[in-house]
């Protein structure tokens, strides 16, 4: 009986959860980057790591056993730069293509005109590309060992009639890799950095392996992942992105008969609707659930102004700390909205970075 009441009571709760209505406001998230004057941005290639690499043709043993062994490393250290390069590249482009904030020359393009070493921000300039954003892949490091545990049991020896120990090794690779990335911005027209950004990131990873067949994976796949691992990062600094800020209605406490159809409205998706049955309620009831709600549907149908008109009356006659709290929320919302939004019109001005004025910007940044 007492587990029956349980089950009964916890399927109350998750009932009653499930008629919760969550709201979700859309709005526009500014990019750090203010890149509203560089919306047409020609792109070069990712610059690879120009240091040296630790190369082994082994793997590096830690202890005894190990070092016996002979297991070839993932990766070669002549290569592995390039490659990591032109896999960044690629996502690079595709993030900066995928925000449709830019309108993007192609990479070769950008290459052919970097490297010419000829007049390059007027030429640049003259096609209509406001910037040139020269990504480089500052250090790398790998480390590749492996290593042994020593694992026994004990089994029937018929031979003797007893148990005997029996042990044996298991080894382990392990792969280290780390990595420092950034992305610079030039204004074409002024040759001025005006934005410099970087990314760093480590990884690791381990995988038994048999030692008569000691096939792992490479060592690049974890460059590939810290690489994707920046994506999100890039978005967030040079583009505006779509965020959501979601919130439950607040449920209907004190109860008043008459919001039910408005709560039944807002779960049908009628969310105008719900949000003027519930506005009238607070304004002929003041009933604070009404113009809680009011002002959260207001504010999901993109009309910010509306919804903080309804909470800063509310305000003036409850010091309800729910009501106050997303009146902070929807003024940061519209503030965030209201920046995002001048990043797709206006011009831009980066913080500028100095560089020594004896060298050329672009011999600096591709060295």
């Known amino acids: 009986m007492r587990r029956l009441l349980l089950a009964l009571g916890m399927a109350v709760v998750l009932l009653l959860a499930s008629c919760q209505t969550s709201v979700s406001i859309d709005y526009l998230y500014p990019s750090e980057v203010n890149m509203s004057a560089y919306r047409n941005l020609a792109v070069m290639p990712v610059v690879p790591y120009r240091g040296s690499l630790p190369g082994p043709t082994w793997v590096r043993g830690l202890d005894f056993?190990?070092?016996?062994?002979?297991?070839?490393?993932?990766?070669?250290?002549?290569?592995?730069?390039?490659?990591?390069?032109?896999?960044?590249?690629d996502q690079l482009?595709?993030?900066?293509?995928?925000?449709?904030?830019?309108?993007?020359?192609?990479?070769?393009?950008?290459?052919?005109?970097?490297?010419?070493?000829?007049?390059?921000s007027k030429r640049l300039n003259d096609a209509g590309y406001d910037a040139v954003m020269i990504p480089r892949i500052e250090s790398m490091d790998v480390d590749e060992t492996v290593f042994s545990?020593?694992?026994?049991?004990?089994?029937?020896?018929?031979?003797?009639?007893?148990?005997?120990?029996?042990?044996?090794?298991?080894?382990?690779?392990?792969?280290?890799?780390?990595?420092?990335?950034?992305?610079?911005?030039?204004?074409?027209?002024?040759?001025?950095?005006?934005?410099?950004?970087?990314?760093?990131?480590?990884?690791?990873r381990s995988e038994t392996v048999d030692p008569d067949w000691p096939r792992f994976d490479g060592v690049e796949q974890l460059f590939r992942r810290m690489i994707r691992g920046f994506n999100e990062g890039l978005r967030r600094q040079f583009a505006p992105t779509v965020r959501s800020y979601?919130?439950?209605?607040m449920d209907n406490k004190p109860k008043l008969e008459a919001a039910e159809a408005a709560y039944d409205l807002a779960a049908d998706g009628k969310t105008?609707?719900?949000?003027?049955?519930?506005?009238?309620?607070?304004?002929?009831?003041?009933?604070?659930?009404?113009?809680?709600?009011?002002?959260?549907?207001?504010?999901?149908?993109?009309d910010?102004?509306?919804?903080?008109?309804?909470?800063?009356?509310?305000?003036?006659?409850?010091?309800?700390?729910?009501?106050?709290?997303?009146?902070?929320?929807?003024?940061?919302?519209?503030?965030?909205?209201?920046?995002?939004?001048?990043?797709?019109?206006?011009?831009?001005?980066?913080?500028?970075?100095?560089?020594?004025?004896?060298i050329s910007i672009y011999d600096y940044l591709l060295r």
Request: charged residues 20%.
């Open 272 to 302: 105008r609707e719900a949000a003027e049955r519930f506005e009238g309620l607070w304004e002929s009831s003041h009933h604070i659930p009404s113009g809680y709600n009011a002002a959260l549907l207001t504010a999901s149908t993109g």
């Open 246 to 249: 979601t919130v439950t209605l």
């Open 93 to 120: 482009y595709a993030t900066l293509r995928d925000t449709g904030y830019y309108n993007l020359l192609d990479m070769q393009m950008t290459a052919s005109i970097v490297n010419s070493g000829y007049m390059v």
């Open 304 to 358: 910010f102004d509306g919804s903080l008109s309804i909470l800063s009356g509310m305000l003036g006659e409850t010091a309800d700390s729910r009501v106050r709290t997303l009146y902070d929320d929807i003024r940061t919302v519209q503030r965030r909205d209201a920046e995002a939004q001048e990043q797709l019109v206006s011009a831009a001005h980066g913080t500028e970075v100095q560089i020594d004025p004896g």
């Open 149 to 204: 545990r020593r694992q026994s049991e004990l089994v029937w020896d018929d031979s003797c009639n007893e148990y005997v120990s029996v042990y044996w090794y298991d080894y382990t690779v392990r792969q280290k890799a780390s990595i420092r990335y950034s992305i610079t911005i030039i204004d074409t027209q002024t040759e001025r950095v005006v934005a410099q950004k970087t990314f760093v990131d480590s990884a690791e």
């Open 65 to 89: 056993m190990a070092g016996t062994l002979r297991i070839r490393s993932s990766y070669a250290a002549s290569s592995l730069s390039r490659d990591v390069a032109s896999y960044a590249s």
